[in-house]
C-alpha cells in the first residue's frame, strides 16, 4: 500500500493510495489514530476500486497525544474543515468514513459539505445521550458540570463548553449514507440507531454479536466484506 505521511496546517495526516480525482477522508473512533485497523483496512478496500484515502489524528490521539489541544467536538470539527479543505485541492470527490464519535464529529463538519456518500462504523449520532449517560453513571448533575467547568469520571472527563456545544450544535445529515452496527454494542443504544437510520434513510447492517470496537478477526472481516459491498466504485 502506498503512503504518504503528511501535516496539514500541522496535523498529522497519512494519505493512502495514488493521486486519484475520489477520495475518503477518514475519521478515526476513540482510542484510535489515523492508522487504526479499521483506517488501514478502508484504506485497502477503496484503493481497489479507484480513492485515496486521506486520514488524520484527532487530537489527544495517535501522534497529538503530548498536545495541549483537547479532543472536544468544537476543536474536533475545526480540525476537520481544515482536512476538508485540504481535501479539496486534491480531488472533486469526496466521501466520508466515520468511526464510533468520528462519524458524529465528520456529520458535524461536513453537514453542508458536498460528499458524495458516508460510511459509518458504530457511528455516535446522538452525542448528548452519550454524555447524559455519563453524568448519570458517574452522578454528575448538569449543576455540577456547569459550576466546575470540568469533571473528571473514570470514563472520561466531562466538560461544560463540550456540553453547551453539542446543545447548540444538533446534526443535520441528508448525505447517501451507509451504517455497520453491533448488535452488542454497549455505548451506542440500538433505538437511537435506528431512529437516526429512519430519519436520515441510511442503510443499517447489524452485525449479530458484533461490538461498538470491531477488532476481533470475524469482526474485522465482516467489517471488510460490508466495505466491499459499500464502497461506491470512484466515478460512479
Not at 196 to 214: C, K, N, R, W
Request: hydrophobic share 40%; charged share 20%.
Amino acid at each position: 500500500m502506498e503512503k504518504l505521511s503528511l501535516f496539514i496546517k500541522g496535523i498529522p495526516a497519512v494519505l493512502w493510495g495514488p493521486l486519484s480525482q475520489s477520495l475518503f477522508i477518514a475519521v478515526h473512533g476513540d482510542q484510535s489514530d489515523k492508522e487504526d485497523a479499521v483506517i488501514a483496512i478502508l484504506a485497502e478496500e477503496a484503493v481497489k476500486k479507484g480513492y485515496q484515502v486521506l486520514s488524520f489524528d484527532l487530537p489527544e490521539h495517535g501522534a497529538r497525544k503530548a498536545e495541549p489541544r483537547l479532543c472536544k467536538a468544537q476543536t474536533c470539527v475545526e480540525d476537520l474543515s481544515v482536512i476538508m479543505a485540504h481535501a479539496q485541492t486534491l480531488s472533486d470527490s469526496i466521501s466520508l468514513f466515520g468511526c464510533s464519535i468520528g462519524a458524529y464529529f465528520g456529520m458535524l463538519a461536513c453537514g453542508t459539505q458536498p460528499v458524495r456518500h458516508a460510511l459509518f462504523l458504530s457511528p455516535v449520532v446522538d452525542m448528548k445521550r452519550i454524555i447524559d449517560n455519563m453524568m448519570g453513571w458517574f452522578d454528575v448533575s448538569v449543576r455540577r458540570l456547569e459550576t466546575e467547568r470540568a469533571v473528571v469520571t473514570p470514563a472520561k472527563t466531562l466538560y461544560w463548553d463540550y456540553y453547551q456545544y453539542v446543545l447548540s450544535h444538533p446534526v443535520r445529515w441528508d448525505k447517501p449514507t451507509a451504517i455497520l452496527y453491533g448488535s452488542k454494542d454497549s455505548l451506542c443504544e440500538r433505538n437511537y440507531v435506528d431512529a437516526f437510520a429512519v430519519q436520515t434513510g441510511a442503510e443499517l447492517t447489524v452485525m449479530p454479536d458484533g461490538e461498538h470496537f470491531f477488532h476481533t478477526e470475524e469482526q474485522l472481516m465482516f467489517y471488510r466484506r460490508w466495505l466491499e459491498g459499500h464502497i461506491k466504485p470512484a466515478g460512479h
